[in-house]
């Protein structure tokens, strides 16, 4: 990441700057070995005494520090989209969160991003605004949610394996004033979002990481009737590995280039679905966009309806069918049923077979009052969508390893992602 040599002014509190020598050496130690992990939890909030179903669907958080001294949080994990941001104060319009909002005048580190920096050249989100050399941004996202505040930085710090501290100085984030988490209900909400994707301003380039990886844990709660609500509370932890930590094996796929607004987003390639062994359809062209932000996997409108069609036909020889919200539903007396009788679904992706798991596949919903009743994991995408989305719920219990040197992805589901 290239910066502009400029004095600091608009600090988030007075403080004696560090010299742009002392700055760069820094930053540049900081990244000799980037070898470091962060937390992935399923916080208590993501349950459904908070939030509903599409909320408890989705819902990874990665903890870290910000400032000095180190101000411990979580966001939420989304390799969609590349602004990290928190909600901080002063508070214009901000949402309930379980821990206490950042507040930028107590780090020594913090400072607004001058007007004439680089980065504030981002006309996507943000814009100088030489009344006060600030540089205001807004990120929204396609589901109507948005952050609003003031581009900032500060020093990050996360721990490597050996439980020495790594700091980051001069991190590029976003402190929102004025946030919207778009999911309907009320409740506690993650303090920030978490941008994993290859823009400039993400996490990954920002610190100039070649490699990550990350294992999602499998939902235990959602496989079966909620019998207390203890179970929901436990909380299911690994990693989100970086540089030299990165678990990235298994088998490989290219990382598919796109020349649009989605250039830097993580796409493969995907060639088919099967159900039941099944070859349902054979495709070129469409491509798979791999979205922790997605709660759930999506296909375009046309393979989706076929796909559905197809599995209609072979479920109802096996199970009775539900339609709950339009979501494809079988009715079974006990998750293990699901387990033993029902067909895999198989995504043919460029280079190997990805066969989910019936818990990667099937979800159970607490959103009816019909026993026993488990939906399909997967949606179907607007009209005029062309690729497909393999959301969260369909990435968990797999190892995914990111090289972005060489462009390539990796699944490997030998790592168990549920160790505590």
């Known amino acids: ?191 920030g979002i978490f941008g994993l994707n290859r823009h400039e301003l993400s996490f990954v380039s920002q610190l100039g990481i070649g490699k990550f990886s990350f294992c999602l844990p499998q939902r235990k709660g959602l496989l079966g009737p909620r019998r207390n609500n203890a179970a929901f509370r436990r909380s299911y932890s690994n990693s989100l590995r970086f540089g030299k930590a990165a678990l990235v094996q298994g088998v490989k796929t290219s990382m598919q280039k796109v020349q649009d607004s989605y250039k830097n987003h993580y796409f493969i390639g995907l060639e088919g679905i099967s159900f039941d062994f099944e070859r349902v359809f054979d495709w070129t062209g469409p491509l798979m966009l791999l979205d922790t932000g997605n709660s759930e996997s999506s296909l375009p409108a046309y393979i989706y309806d076929k796909l559905i069609d197809v599995m209609r036909k072979r479920i109802e020889e096996l199970f009775v069918l539900e339609t709950v919200k339009g979501e494809l539903c079988v009715k079974a007396s006990k998750w293990s049923d699901l387990k033993e009788l029902m067909p895999a679904l198989i995504f043919h992706i460029a280079g190997f077979d990805y066969k989910l798991s019936i818990e990667n596949t099937w979800f159970y919903d607490h959103d009816v009052d019909l026993d026993g009743v488990y939906c399909l994991a997967m949606q179907r995408d607007d009209p005029g969508v062309t690729f497909a989305v393999l959301g969260a719920h369909q990435m968990q219990s797999i190892n995914i390893g990111i090289n972005l040197v060489d462009r390539e992805i990796y699944f490997d589901t030998t790592i168990d992602c549920n160790s505590d």
Request: aromatic share 14%; proline share 6%; hydrophobic share 25%.
């Open 1 to 191: 990441m290239s910066y502009r040599k400029l004095k600091r002014t608009n600090q988030c509190t007075e403080r004696n700057e560090m010299t742009d020598q002392e700055r760069i050496r820094l930053f540049h130690d900081s990244l000799r070995a980037p070898n470091f992990t962060m937390l992935i939890d399923r916080k208590s909030y993501s349950i459904r005494d908070y939030l509903p179903l599409t909320a408890l669907r989705s819902g990874y958080m990665v903890s870290y520090e910000i400032g000095t001294p180190r101000f411990v949080t979580y966001s939420f994990m989304d390799n969609g989209s590349f602004l990290t941001w928190l909600q901080c104060k002063p508070c214009k319009r901000c949402y309930k969160q379980e821990k206490p909002i950042f507040d930028p005048t107590s780090s020594l580190t913090c400072s607004k991003l001058p007007c004439l920096h680089l980065e504030c050249y981002d006309k996507r989100i943000s814009k100088c605004d030489d009344t006060d050399n600030t540089c205001p941004y807004t990120y929204s996202y396609a589901d109507g949610g948005y952050s609003t505040g003031y581009l900032s930085t500060d020093t990050i710090t996360t721990y490597r394996e050996n439980g020495s501290i790594a700091q980051y100085p001069e991190f590029v984030f976003g402190c929102g004033n004025d946030n919207v988490f778009k999911v309907n209900g009320a409740g506690m909400y993650p303090p």
